[in-house]
């Protein structure tokens, strides 16, 4: 594989990691999206979703054999512990399938990934960018962005690691309480400072 200079885009739900994606994509980034590539294997290898199946029940797979992906979800998010049994069985695909497509990027990309640090991927990143935000600002987010009451997205955000993770473990994290105009001039920032050294 050809030496790619590898950012890792990741944070809490509902904290506005897929604004920054979008942000470093139309700055001319090549963005690899993990949460795509896992839905692309869920559709595409059949050994991932018996995988999973034979852990979260064999009804997560309908009848005509696509996932329910609300079933899984309220299964995988019961418990930290389920959250962490699902990324055990579903990352060493996306790991594979990211390795492959990093071989067709030349440069630098942005791995979009909300479970980076979960599935070890962090360790082929030379930056890490992490956005984080207040978790009742987070809850109310998820809530409207997923269509689930309070109680769920809560459970949610629960199964996910903590801020004070990010901020140890991240080279730029970036807070996301307020507007939409604030955020976007941090990440605005932070895109050409890393623009200038990687492009």
Known sequence: MNRVKII????????????????????????INADALVRSIYETNPACLRAVAASFGEDIVRADGTLDRALLAERAFS??????????????????????????????????APQLFESN???ICDRIVSVTADEDVRVRRIIARDGIDEAQARQRVAAQLGEAFFR??????IENNGGIAPFEKQLSELVRQIKAEVM
């Not at 890792?8 to 942000?23: D, E, I, N, V, W």
């Open 8 to 31: 890792g885009l990741t944070g809490q739900s509902g904290a506005g990691k897929s604004t920054a994606a979008r942000l470093f994509e139309e700055n001319g980034f090549a963005v």
């Open 79 to 112: 418990s930290a512990g389920n959250t962490a049994l699902l990324g055990a069985l579903v990352h060493p695909f996306v790991l594979a399938e990211t390795l492959r497509l990093l071989k067709n990027v030349k440069g630098c990309a942005v791995l979009d």
């Open 121 to 123: 991927i962090d360790v």
């Open 168 to 173: 140890v473990h991240s080279d730029d994290v």
